[in-house]
């Protein structure tokens, strides 16, 4: 593996071009005559519908088309269950457009589509429905509840799922254990809340028989599969592009939303482009959401603070449909050891149904939730054994020689075993003290108190299964022309850089600049062999597949190369967009070789002219094209990982209560983690800082306020406290690079690794800061002002 | 599937219409507009600017943000025809003709202060406004964290942003 | 989220403007429009008929006469935070100014716009009511002066009549040596205050509390005076027992009822503490003595 551009801090190609404001996102994408939609959303929970009149509103001014379920033909149907799993006996998916009744605030009941959005509002409005409202119960628990009013009639206890998994021998351990700590957590609902909302458009060619969508989605191909096979049209005939897309973070990768199957009905109907621009109270109503569980989790430990058995039983928020199967549940339910050996488990969950918006993953996928559980757990165990916390996690982590350390009995979300296959634990926790101070903060700390302000140290550790498949591919072309690279791959971007970190892959490679390969993805007629962006897995697939490509297109380049300088091939060295012959200038370019590799019988400038049968570089004897050559510098390959490779790191941060003012500040925030071999340790820092700062979010601000009647109340950014600058205080990264043994090029996937730890840092930070005033115990987050001060009181404060 | 009559659709809505008449850029714009229309559509959808956002259409997140009047504001709280009269500034004002970037813009590619780009034409023209403004810049941590407070980013985490407006003012000598 | 319908009218004189709102019960008048706009993109507002005042004659501008200041209809927040003779007459402006909001709002919301929204939680009521501010509206019956503390009736409710507009407001001089100070306690940086308290501390020759002005915002529907605190430190030398006896006094202000994220008891722990540093931070910043 090169050593040049991969691991170097690259700025990235795409920049300049949006911060010119020349990005094109799907609203920027010029679509002559379209139309546009709005979607009346139910204002109620759970209701019948007894009746819709739809004729004030298609007969306004302006408008085109009115839908209900009752005019879309085969889309009403329930949308499809994407990961089925035996855990869910009966699992409910929704309807484009509701039929006959509603199960939350903000489902779809029709679409409007008008000649703009101003008028398509005008008349969603106008639009009557006949509710016959529902009981509903917004408690989780009370949710379970015999004689609990039920989200669907025929799921009993609004259950929508229940799974058992055991690794090891809990019973055996908890019957051994000379200590037992146990603890209720609760990690309340948020959002992505990325900064543009949803968006599909959608033309229809009726001459060719082509529909193209352009959807901010983190699925292209999935999507386009799913509408090929929903509108019964060949897979070619369909083109999906993500363009610029504003943020995905989990939101954008669940398919199908119901404007994603309906705009493009409304275009192939209509025979106009059709767009639908969700606006920002759509998404808090209708775009998934993600976070709520409660959990119950019990140490079994030796008098040493050696844990040697888990029991966690948890409820976990599934919403009012459950599209994407239990695979938060199940991410949170293996993720609930971290990285403690703990070698017996028994984890249990608990999937309810509850009338609000459905819950699919959001960056981090029960990961934060699983997090937040044992590290509350180990903190109070350390608290109980008198040990210190620094000191039991020690002792429990799994040590680099346990490395590959398997969890039997545990499947990840990719239905393998959960095996941990490397890390120094260990060695990041060091970190971390040693990063905010150990003794000296220690020092600070007693200085701040008779001062009369608290400062707390707030400390947690997290693992993270990435790079999961089923697969990417990579394809690779060196342009005959120019010599530049270009590189495809199944996935999209939402900011994550892919065009500069694959480019990075493949430059060293092939010998070229990063700013003269060329990524294009998310487009299903570049390259539609793949899944989705998602689960912090595009550098660990894509990034080898591409790698995969890159080594092949390499061999033909030295080859092609080796023939056109009459050299021998181990002479041959690539850099600067040519081929050398080691130790000499001679050289041949990139698009020299690229043009030659293409046999020609006409040329049509002066560098085809080199590739032409009588030209010297030509010269060969039997056919121009061997047997099994393709012509060109050109390659596909496809990387299925073996199972997930798993990161981890250690947070730490110094926060400041006042127990007066009843605010927590965050002072410092140090993250040690380690995602392997980093491709560009910039874009690495960018995607661990987001996480950081929607991972702070989390910890005290972002909460989704359902009330007893089922409407969300603070849906808006001005309700709903999606962090500013004001609120993330200095962080700063430290990295560890422990390759990954399961891939070549060592990497492990960091999309979601900021978010993790956080609020078991805050939580553990604040309890910290309070302990000179009395012993204050946080298990839920976000950590409201109310609960602060509820906190306090308990302690006399 | 049966090629079905194409519906009769009407051009544009039956909202009263008023005459705008602005300068975008440096160049007068007059146009004929709904009344309602905001500002913020008038810039990407009538005159086909899209360099400016739209997050939230209630003023919080600052992707729409522009210049009116040589100030930053949220052109999804101002309606087309409130602008009439009025000196707009765009993102696609800032870097030169020839493409180069200014200084701000410079400053966030180098720092990787942005990811999905989302939300970083209102965040450059908020700075810019600041940075105009006669009024002395606060380039301390927290000076920098309030400058940038009012522009909501899902994706950096701000650090690099931070970063960035401090590269910018030294590119731009204000250090 | 795109508002619906409305006649529009950009009127050239205040009586014109007058005219416009009388002629429509749901005519609403539109200024900086920060506090509307969002409202009527939420097609939570609906005025039938917006009356944009911003090129009214007359409406712009600020004045500072021997420390009183006059603000006009169409004066935008960053004008009155940055003005320097504004600065120097009372530099409480903008220090409570750096609260609202954030820039950007502050280049184009207007403080009498703030003050007509009355939402509960924001920080220019609370100032007005403070230093016991002066509104004037005109309307079809004429002219008329309304004292902040009478403006602000409950949330988002004032005692200006729909067919007026407030033209002007006025906040008094502050008293020689008077020192004052504000602060508030949000959940992020430029939210709505869930707790803000104003101090004005005049201090006598021995040091004593001569005349103390509390006032809070985010407890209660409207801005209100914690006349019952200031009683208890009137007089007194600010000690800690006058502090505790000050914010016992005020804890029944806190009408405001508990949500979610707050609770009635949350907001008198705030406010109390609030009280006891914004008085200390008033006091040093007064100087004792006779007046000038």
């Known amino acids: 593996m090169s050593t040049r551009t991969f691991g170097a801090r690259i700025e990235r190609n795409i920049d300049p071009k949006l911060l010119r404001g020349e990005g094109a996102f799907v609203d920027d994408i010029p679509l002559t005559n379209a139309l546009h939609a709005a979607f009346l959303r139910s204002p109620v929970a759970r209701a019948r519908i007894r009746s819709i009149d739809v004729s004030a509103a298609r007969n306004y001014p302006g408008v085109a088309e009115v839908y209900t379920c009752d005019n879309i033909g085969p889309l009403d149907m329930a949308m499809p269950l994407l990961i089925p799993h035996p855990s869910m006996k009966n699992p409910k998916t929704q309807r484009p457009l509701a039929r006959d009744a509603v199960y939350y605030v903000g489902q779809t009941i029709a679409m409007v589509v008008a000649v ?48 058992i998994q055991i690794s090891g021998d809990p019973d055996g351990a908890f019957a051994r254990a000379e200590h037992f700590t146990k603890i209720e957590v609760q990690v309340d609902r948020s959002t992505a809340a990325p900064m543009e909302c949803r968006a599909v458009a959608a033309r229809w060619d009726a001459v060719s028989g082509e529909l193209t969508v352009w959807d901010g989605t983190q699925a292209p191909i999935s999507v386009r599969g799913g509408l090929a096979s929903i509108f019964q049209l060949d897979e070619d005939k369909v083109r999906v592009i993500a363009p610029d897309v504003g943020g995905g973070f989990g939101q954008k990768v669940l398919l199908f939303y119901p404007d994603e199957l309906l705009v493009p009905m409304a275009a192939m109907q209509l025979g106009r482009p059709v767009k639908y621009i969700e606006d920002r109270r759509e998404n808090f109503i209708g775009s998934s959401q993600e976070r709520t569980q409660i959990h119950t989790i019990e140490l079994a430990a030796l008098k040493t603070g050696e844990v040697i058995g888990l029991r966690d039983s948890f409820l976990h928020d599934t919403g009012a449909f459950i599209p994407y199967g239990i695979a938060v549940a199940q991410v ?3 993720s609930i050891a971290g990285p403690y050996r703990i070698p017996n488990i028994w984890v249990e969950f608990k999937a309810v149904y509850t009338p609000t918006v459905q819950v699919t993953p959001y960056r981090g996928c029960g990961r934060p939730q699983a997090c937040f559980a044992i590290e509350r757990a180990m903190d109070q165990l350390a608290e109980d054994l008198n040990i210190d916390r620094v000191e039991i996690r020690r002792r429990n982590f799994i040590s680099e020689k346990e490395f590959p350390y398997p969890r039997e009995g545990l499947l990840f979300a990719d239905g393998l075993k959960v095996t941990l296959d490397s890390g120094q634990y260990g060695r990041a926790l060091g970190m971390a003290i040693e990063a905010l101070g150990g003794a000296k903060f220690r020092a600070e700390q007693e200085r701040a108190r008779a001062d009369g302000k608290y400062l707390g140290l707030g400390l947690a550790c997290y693992v993270e299964g990435t790079g999961l498949g089923p697969y990417e591919g990579g394809h690779i072309r060196v342009h005959p022309i120019t010599g530049k690279v270009y590189v495809n791959t199944g996935l999209s971007t939402q900011g994550q850089g892919h065009d500069t970190v694959f480019a990075q892959i493949v430059a060293d490679q092939v010998g070229v600049a990063p700013d003269d390969v060329i990524v294009v993805e998310g487009d299903t007629k570049a390259f539609d062999w793949g899944v989705a962006t998602f689960a912090s897995r595009a550098a660990v697939v894509s990034g080898n597949a591409i790698h995969k490509a890159a080594v092949t297109v390499r061999q033909k380049i030295l080859e092609a190369a080796a023939n056109m300088l009459e050299a021998d091939i181990d002479s041959i060295e690539l850099h600067d967009s040519a081929a050398w012959i080691k130790g000499s200038n001679r050289f041949v370019p990139l698009a020299a070789i690229a043009t030659a590799s293409n046999p020609l019988r006409y040329a049509f400038n002066e560098a085809a ?3 032409t049968q009588f030209a010297p570089a030509s010269k060969h004897d039997g056919p121009p094209l061997a047997e099994g050559q393709a012509p060109g510098i050109e390659a596909t390959e496809y990387y299925s990982p073996p199972a997930s490779t798993w990161a981890y790191g250690v947070h730490a941060a110094i926060v400041e209560v006042d127990p007066q003012l009843c605010t927590v500040k965050l002072r410092q925030y140090v993250c040690i983690h380690d995602c392997g071999n980093m491709i560009n340790p910039m874009i690495v820092e960018g995607q661990v800082c987001g996480g950081i700062a929607q991972g702070i979010g989390g910890a005290l601000y972002e ?95 | 599937m049966k090629r079905a009559i194409r519906p009769a659709i009407p051009e544009r809505s039956d909202d009263p219409r008023v005459e705008v008449a602005l300068t975008v850029n440096g160049q007068e714009v007059r146009r004929t507009v709904s009344v309602r229309l905001l500002l913020s559509d008038f810039l990407r959808h009538e005159l086909g600017l899209t360099g400016t956002h739209v997050g939230c259409e209630h003023g919080v997140c600052g992707c729409c943000t522009v210049h009116i009047d040589g100030k930053a504001g949220r052109s999804c709280l101002t309606l087309a025809v409130q602008a009439s009269g009025c000196d707009i500034r765009t993102i696609e004002d800032v870097a030169a003709a020839d493409g180069a970037l200014h200084p701000i813009q410079q400053a966030f590619k180098e720092c990787h202060a942005l990811q999905c780009g989302f939300c970083t034409p209102g965040m450059v023209m908020n700075i810019l406004s600041r940075f105009e403004e006669s009024e002395p810049l606060d380039l301390s941590e927290n000076g920098i964290r309030d400058m940038l407070s009012g522009n909501l980013c899902r994706c950096t985490g701000y650090i690099n942003i931070i970063a960035a407006v401090r590269r910018a003012a030294e590119l731009l000598g204000r250090a | 989220m795109k508002p619906p319908l409305f006649a529009y009218q950009a009127p050239k004189t205040v009586d014109e ?66 003005d320097p003779d504004v600065r120097r007459a009372n530099p409480l402006i903008a220090e409570i100014m750096a609260h609202v909001a954030h820039v950007p709002i502050r280049n184009r919301g207007t403080v009498v716009g703030s003050l007509c929204h009355a939402d509960p939680s924001a920080e220019m009521p609370l100032l007005f009511v403070l230093l016991d501010g002066t509104l004037i509206a005109k309307g079809p019956s004429g002219t008329r002066e309304i004292p902040a503390t009478q403006f602000f009736q409950s949330f988002l409710t004032t005692t200006r009549k729909q067919d007026e507009i407030v033209v002007e407001a006025r906040l008094p001089a502050l ?44 407890i209660a529907d409207r801005p209100v005076r914690l006349k019952a605190a200031e009683a208890a430190l009137n007089g007194t030398a600010l000690a800690s027992a006058d502090l ?49």
């Not at chain 3, 097609?43 to 039938?48: G, L």
């Not at chain 3, 008293?175 to 006598?204: I, K, M």
């Open chain 1, 116 to 163: 703009d959005r101003y008028t398509a509002e005008d008349a969603a409005a106008l639009i009557e429905v006949d509710f016959e409202q529902l009981p509903v119960e917004m408690d989780l628990k009370d949710a379970l509840r015999d004689g609990a009013p039920l989200v669907h009639a025929d799921v009993p206890n609004n259950l929508a799922a229940h799974f």
């Open chain 1, 332 to 334: 949170a339910s293996t």
């Open chain 1, 609 to 611: 002219q080199a590739a």
């Open chain 1, 703 to 797: 909460k989704l306020e359902y009330q007893p009647d089922g409407n969300l109340a603070n849906a808006s950014l001005m309700d709903f406290l999606v962090p500013y600058a004001t609120e993330i205080p200095p962080v700063s990264i430290l990295h560890l690079e422990t390759p990954s043994p399961l891939n070549p090029l060592g990497v492990k996937g960091v999309g979601e690794a900021g978010c993790i730890a956080v609020g078991a840092v805050v939580a553990s930070g604040v309890e910290d800061a309070l302990k000179p005033l009395g012993a204050v115990k946080l298990r839920h987050v976000p950590l409201t002002p109310r609960m602060l001060n509820e906190a306090l009181e308990a302690i006399g404060h």
């Open chain 3, 17 to 82: 403007a007058i005219k416009f709102l009388a002629s429509d019960a749901d005519a609403m008048v539109l200024a900086g429009g920060q506090s509307l706009m969002p409202a009527m993109n939420f097609r939570v507002a609906n005025p039938s008929l917006l009356v944009d005042i911003q090129h009214v004659e007359g409406l712009k501008g600020i004045a500072v006469v021997d420390g009183a200041i006059v603000i006009k209809a169409m004066t935008r927040h960053r004008e009155l935070e940055l």
């Open chain 3, 175 to 218: 008293p020689a040596g008077a020192g004052a100070a504000f602060d508030e306690v949000t959940r992020r940086h430029g939210d709505y205050a869930l707790v803000g308290v104003g101090c004005v501390v005049e201090l006598d020759g021995g040091g004593r509390a001569q005349r103390v002005r509390l006032a809070a915002c985010g």
């Open chain 3, 244 to 292: 505790d006896a000050a914010v016992r006094a005020a804890a029944d202000a806190v009408t405001q009822s508990d949500d979610m994220n707050t609770s009635a008891s949350y907001r008198r722990r705030v406010l109390g503490g609030l009280i006891r540093r914004l008085v200390a931070t008033a006091a040093q910043r007064a100087h004792g003595g006779s007046r000038q």
